[in-house]
């Protein structure tokens, strides 16, 4: 893959380089490139946040109490202003001009490009039944979300959160921490199915049962109820939970309505390819926004690799092609540990190994076939999961360690020395 | 309290002291001629064999028609047992009835046994386990010698320059005799040991020489000897002249079949017959022409055979050529096996015997001891012995049995047949210790006898010498010494001449028999001629070498206070007993010329043959630190962990041909019967043989009792069977699963197919396998355990692809019971998880560690996490930060990886960092 060449054409003494989006994504993308080719772009960069670039992930760390906004900030303004960035918070792009090679703010802002990086990530799923609109209802995306949900907890006592997958089990621990009584509403009866088996599953309900969240499963949400203000969700069974705050935690969307309007190849997301390039060879795009053979993305390990092949890109250095690998996932509610990575749904010519210690509340289970691992499940134990998360990655040869591969890393190593 | 070990026939001294928390302590007794302070594992153990568990305490009957053992009176079960007896004597005649003994009864037991059966009853019937042990030897003394007579002492092994260990696993079998050689041989380098035995045993590391002979070979082997030895003018002609009858013919038959001219030796000959390296048996007779103090040694491997008193003669024979008998330092040596087998010969506790060394077929001994009981009667022919009872028994001429401190069931060649004789039987009375044996199976009456440290009475070592068992516990429960209950029986079948109140009664009653009639013979310098017919001791006496004149009229005192002697024992002028270390000093045998016999001992093969069918031959014998049927030594956790289970050692050849691999699970068929054995290798065995131990019965394994694959031919001459040679064939037993579970109660082993229990400290271990895959581990798992409870502490491990399940049961903390399967023969650590039983709680490290079923290494803990994507621990860390002078949290996530994910753990990195460089610097 060959960069593009020096964008001569350009009035400018250096290029231009403008981000559309100011998340995690896009600064590490930046970082990447600023390590190699420091002095190569004016750079630009517009966020719809009015804050400096920040630690989405830990945002359930901020609801739970357990950190400040300041705790989780990864860059400040001065760090923008120490690398000679025109950072343009609050102010989103509204439009893409690709033939002039301009970006349109909402605040009436006009910035040229050579290179466009686009890192909008994505939007929360809103379930559109009666009722979404109502007041008290919120999403688990932004910091004004999280300091929604702080605020309503001071007035209200009951919260109803609807979705149990992962950021909806962290929103719930988060609001049970700041004192409110808590139900998760799940559509099936396994939570955060995507990245468990049922028996971790169930563990995981057991433990956060105890915790004191009450769950309501199989439960498809027909109505917010409520005048002006949300006083009780229902479903579609006729059964309702009343509540002061939900919290819609039903999954994200790639956030592509820019890339669209602006032309470029979209399906789930915006599409590109192993250089993280765009239909547009100007534009790149990295981060949840983006569809990669297929696929979209909403954890980090990811996005790291996107943002080092991407920042390698825009500074004009070769590198490897981007490469989806195996991702890990891990929940961030305190005491409940919880690792899944890989393929763990099994199936014909995978082999299981599972190692259930209900006292302790652990179970582990991997998976697999020919020799090589392709998945795990941890709960309660989730000391070795890097380390199978890279036996996965790597496609190690794990017959030798069989038998000792569920106890862990430090064995394993021991028994090999 | 000083008595003496239960165990093999050495007769070990033992010192029994109770400990202030009424422990057992039990040490070697110093003083006691024979072990002189030291005791085998065994013997060392024996503080663990006395627990309770399993003892049989009070009388049981099964009501007429089958139906379960009950609690009876001791009064009920004696009447069922005399009633019984007279009844089918009243029915069908003295002959109808049989006791089958033990040479684990002491001899006051014995004596009574025998008294009421050839005296009362009126039968011979009486016949011993000691027939499947040592009769050979007993048959080959009193051919050559005219007497049943060990001549030497254990203090000739001492002084012998070579000593020859014929089918013998001394080593294992005879421990501290094997110490005491292995000590002499330490003193003395030219003291020469040789091994005749078809096994590489453990006694082999201490043989100059071993001879791997073919199985049943011996007679050749002694013959060829004796031939050579002629061959090479190493004979006592004198000796041979004066005092012995029939060397021409018996050289000649050693001869006879050589391929060179008559009287040219052929070694090649010998050697192929034996299947032994030419240069290696020349070595050996070689060895034996030069040297003139040799002892021959022999024990099983000798006596279990066919032809075992043949090679009991052949062995004699070589002795009394070279004239090396009755001098310190040399003679034939049997080591008996059983603690009072040696006891029970000498009150005639066989079915071939009377009493007191007299001869059933003697009108003139019958006459002796009948009018000494004043017994209504006299047994005059000779009763069944072992192997001719239980056909007679299932042929139905025998119909009640009393078996007494034996287990016939697991011990008997072709033990299905005795199985099979028991079941038909009308009354099989067993008095035993135990509550739980196979025999009992099929017995209608159980009557609790006492155990070792119970018992009161006498026992004979191996070189004759008499040692006091004496006890160191109450009986328990209901039980009663075997002299008490054979009395009880006897005097309710209205028989007079049973009232003893104490063993030394019975002692003292032996004793006087010894004495009776017993003139000694005329010491006449070596003429030694008398009247054919004589025997000595005139018209009306019977000379016997056997005589315990010395220890008549001790009193209870100076029974109490026996010390170790050897018989025959005759008293010092101050009246004191005077034993006798060494027998035929004076030249003179016990046949009625005096003079000892040469038998011409013409070789034959075992009678059951090798073919395509079963293409092994297979011996059999004991481990080291297993006793008989396990009664006593499986209840110890000490003596289990040396073998476990019962095996199959066979050479890799024969393995490889047979289809099965070390480790695995065989079967071991041959037309008798079939058992399953785990497969070995290390034994030493050479092709074509196999070995399997003798211990292992239904009681502690699924199906491993050896009895039941060996034939029952028996030698012609003694009736002792051919345990050492059944053809054999072994196979591989499939098995979709191996394991081992390891349990503080009895786990549930229906279904299963092949279980082995092993005792351990506060647990019990059972080796396990199965035919059938297993379906639900947990379900399967949680029946095993006996886990009922849904919430138990029960962690798993399931690698079900790999055939591996774990689960262990933790209750309060504590390990309650485990089970390990695995698709191919479980290698994981049992001694570890033993050990965890030994715990009144686990500690973190030991729980994590249960379903590893190892313990996990010190320095295995990484410290709390801090790193949770990539879990790296704080020890971790802060090693990285000291050993690599790291600075930055940068720095530790390129070393660990620690914060190259979602960072959030960086904080701490930071902060551990700043924590050890304040430490670092305080240290520097």
């Known amino acids: ?417 | 309290m000083r008595t003496t070990c239960p165990y093999c026939g050495v007769g070990c001294g033992v010192r029994a002291t109770r400990s202030a928390d009424g422990r057992i302590v039990i040490a070697g007794d110093e003083d006691h001629p024979a072990n002189r302070g030291r005791l085998c594992v065994k013997g060392s153990a024996l503080a663990e064999t006395t627990g309770l568990e399993g003892r049989l305490l009070h009388p049981k009957m099964r009501a007429c028609g089958g139906g379960a053992l009950h609690a009876a009176s001791w009064s009920e079960a004696l009447d069922a047992v005399a009633s019984g007896f007279r009844r089918v004597i009243e029915q069908h005649g003295p002959d109808a009835v049989a006791f089958y003994v033990s040479g684990q009864l002491l001899t006051e037991d014995y004596y009574v046994a025998n008294k009421l059966m050839k005296g009362y009853i009126g039968s011979a019937n009486i016949d011993t386990n000691s027939r499947l042990c040592m009769s050979s030897s007993v048959a080959g003394h009193k051919r050559a010698f005219g007497e049943d007579l060990v001549p030497l002492c254990y203090e000739d092994l001492e002084l012998a320059d070579l000593i020859v260990l014929v089918g013998s696993n001394t080593a294992w079998c005879h421990p501290v005799l094997f110490q005491r050689i292995v000590k002499a041989k330490a003193a003395r380098p030219a003291l020469q040991v040789v091994v005749i035995d078809p096994r590489r045993t453990a006694t082999c590391e201490l043989a100059d020489l071993h001879l791997p002979l073919a199985s049943g070979t011996d007679v050749w082997l002694f013959n060829g000897l004796l031939a050579f030895l002629a061959d090479r003018g190493v004979a006592d002609a004198t000796f041979i002249n004066d005092h012995t009858v029939g060397h021409a013919q018996a050289l000649e038959v050693a001869r006879s079949g050589t391929q060179g001219v008559q009287g040219a030796f052929d070694l090649e000959h010998y050697a192929g017959r034996c299947n032994v390296d030419p240069q290696t048996l020349l070595a050996f007779y070689r060895m034996y022409a030069r040297t003139e103090r040799v002892i021959t040694v022999y024990s099983m491997g000798v006596n279990q055979s066919s032809a075992g008193t043949d090679k009991v003669n052949s062995i004699i024979n070589c002795h009394l050529q070279t004239g090396r008998i009755g001098k310190p330092g040399m003679g034939p040596f049997s080591f008996t096996g059983q603690p009072n087998a040696m006891g029970g010969r000498e009150v005639g506790g066989l079915a071939n015997m009377l009493a007191a060394h007299m001869e059933l077929d003697n009108p003139r001994h019958r006459s002796l001891v009948q009018g000494f009981w004043g017994s209504p009667t006299i047994a005059d022919r000779p009763g069944l012995k072992a192997v001719e009872l239980f056909e007679a028994i299932e042929a139905g001429r025998v119909k009640a049995i009393w078996i007494m401190c034996t287990n016939p069931v697991v011990s008997m060649p072709d033990s299905n047949q005795v199985k099979r004789a028991l079941q038909r039987c009308e009354l099989v009375v067993s008095s035993d210790c135990m509550e739980h044996t196979d025999t009992h199976a099929f017995a209608h009456v159980l009557l609790p006898a006492l155990g070792w440290g119970e018992k009161n009475g006498t026992v004979t070592n191996s070189e004759r010498r008499i040692s006091r068992q004496r006890p160191l516990l109450d009986a328990p429960g209901e039980g009663r010494p075997d002299w008490q209950i054979v009395c009880d029986v006897a005097r309710r079948m209205g028989y007079a001449g049973f009232d003893f109140a104490h063993p030394f009664d019975v002692f003292d009653e032996h004793a006087r028999l010894s004495a009776w009639g017993n003139v000694p013979h005329e010491r006449d310098g070596g003429n030694g001629t008398r009247e054919e017919g004589d025997d000595g001791g005139g018209a009306n006496g019977a000379s016997r070498v056997f005589n315990l004149t010395g220890l008549i009229g001790l009193g209870r005192a100076g029974y109490d206070a026996l010390q170790p002697v050897q018989w025959p024992v005759r008293t010092f002028d101050d009246g004191t007993p005077r034993g006798t270390e060494r027998l035929l000093s004076d030249l003179r045998f016990s046949h009625p010329d005096g003079k000892a016999r040469f038998i011409a001992t013409a070789p034959r093969s075992p009678v059951y043959a090798i073919d395509c069918d079963y293409p092994l031959t297979l011996n059999t014998g004991r481990v080291r630190d297993q006793w008989h049927t396990m009664s006593r030594t499986g209840k110890s956790a000490t003596l289990a962990s040396h073998v476990a289970e019962a095996f199959v050692d066979m050479h890799p050849d024969d393995a490889s041909r047979s289809g099965v691999r070390e480790g695995e699970l065989a079967r071991v068929s041959t037309r008798w019967g079939s058992m399953l054995a785990r497969v070995q290798m290390g034994g030493g065995m050479s092709r074509g043989s196999v070995f399997v131990p003798i211990h292992w019965n239904d009681q502690v394994a699924s199906d491993a009792r050896v009895g039941a694959v060996v034939n029952p031919a028996v030698c012609p001459v003694s009736g002792e069977p051919e345990f050492k040679h059944t053809p054999v064939r072994i196979e591989p037993f499939e098995c979709a699963w191996y394991g081992f579970t390891l349990s503080r109660a009895e786990p549930a082993l229906e279904g299963i197919a092949y279980w082995t229990r092993i005792q351990g400290k506060a647990n019990v271990r059972y080796e396990l396998a199965g035919r059938e895959p297993i379906g639900d581990y947990g379900d399967w798992a949680r029946r095993l355990l006996g886990v009922d409870d849904p919430n138990a502490d029960l962690p798993e491990y399931i690698d079900r692809h790999a055939g591996v399940y774990r689960a262990v049961h933790v209750r309060e903390g504590r390990i309650e019971s485990c089970v390990f399967i695995s698709a191919r023969p479980e290698s994981s650590s049992r001694a570890w998880l033993a050990g965890l039983f030994a715990k009144d709680a686990l500690d973190a490290d030991e729980r994590l560690g249960l379903l590893v079923g190892e313990p996990l290494f010190s320095g295995a803990d990484t410290g709390p996490t801090v790193c949770a994507c990539f879990g790296v621990g704080r020890t971790t860390i802060c090693a990285a930060i000291r050993e690599q002078g790291l600075t930055s949290a940068a720095q530790i996530t390129a070393s660990l990886k620690a914060g190259s994910n979602c960072g959030s753990c960086l904080p701490e990195l930071k902060k551990l960092l700043a924590e050890t460089e304040s430490t670092t610097l305080v240290a520097s």
């Not at chain 1, 400018?12 to 390590?35: F, Q």
């Not at chain 1, 962290?170 to 028996?199: F, P, T, W, Y």
Request: with cysteine; proline share 4%; glycine share 10%.
């Open chain 1, 1 to 417: 893959m060959t960069p593009l060449g020096h964008p001569s054409d350009a009035p400018h003494s250096r290029a231009r380089l403008v981000v559309v989006g100011n998340g995690m994504a896009a600064m590490r993308t930046v970082e990447e490139m600023l390590a190699t080719a420091p002095q190569r772009y004016d750079i630009t960069v517009f966020g719809a946040e009015p804050h400096g670039n920040y630690n989405r992930i830990l945002l359930s760390s901020v609801l739970a109490g357990e950190k400040r906004i300041a705790d989780i900030t990864l860059h400040a303004p001065e760090w923008y202003a120490a690398n000679g960035i025109d950072l343009r918070a609050g102010d989103p792009v509204v439009s893409i001009d690709r033939a002039h090679r301009v970006v349109r703010s909402q605040g009436g802002a006009e910035v040229g490009y050579d290179r466009l990086l686009i890192a909008t990530g994505s939007n929360p799923v809103v379930l559109p039944v009666p009722g979404h609109t109502l007041d008290g209802v919120v999403a688990f995306r932004a910091i004004s979300d999280v300091e929604r949900m702080i605020a309503a907890a001071r007035e209200a006592c009951r919260a109803v959160v609807i979705g149990g997958g992962l950021l909806g089990l962290e929103a719930a621990n988060g609001l049970l921490q700041q004192g409110m009584k808590v139900s998760v509403v799940h559509h099936i009866d396994m939570l955060m199915e995507r990245q468990l088996d049922k028996s971790a599953s169930t563990l995981l309900q057991q433990a956060l049962e105890a915790k004191g969240i009450r769950f309501v499963m199989s439960a498809r949400t027909a109505q917010i109820v409520g005048d002006d203000r949300v006083s009780a969700v229902r479903f579609e069974d006729g059964r309702e939970v009343a509540a002061d705050l939900v919290v819609m935690t039903a999954g994200v969307r790639p956030n592509i309505e820019l890339a669209r309007q602006a032309g470029l190849h979209c399906e789930r997301g915006i599409v590109v390819d192993d250089a993280l390039q765009t239909s547009d060879p100007h534009i790149y795009a990295v981060g949840e926004c983006v569809q990669h053979r297929g696929a979209t993305f909403g954890l980090v390990a990811p996005i790291w690799d996107q943002a080092r092949v991407c920042g390698a890109q825009l500074a004009g250095v070769d590198v490897a092609p981007y490469e989806q690998k195996s991702t890990a996932t891990r929940l961030k509610v305190t005491g409940v540990n919880l690792f899944s990575a890989g393929d763990f749904k099994g199936g014909p010519g995978t082999e299981d190994m599972v190692l259930r210690d209900p006292r302790r509340a652990v179970y582990k289970r991997l998976v697999l076939e020919r020799d090589r691992m392709i998945g795990a499940v941890l709960f309660g134990d989730v000391d070795d999961g890097a380390w199978y998360a890279d036996l996965i990655r790597n496609q190690t040869d794990i017959s030798r360690l069989r038998g000792y591969l569920l106890f862990g890393q430090t064995l394993c190593e021991s028994k090999a020395a």
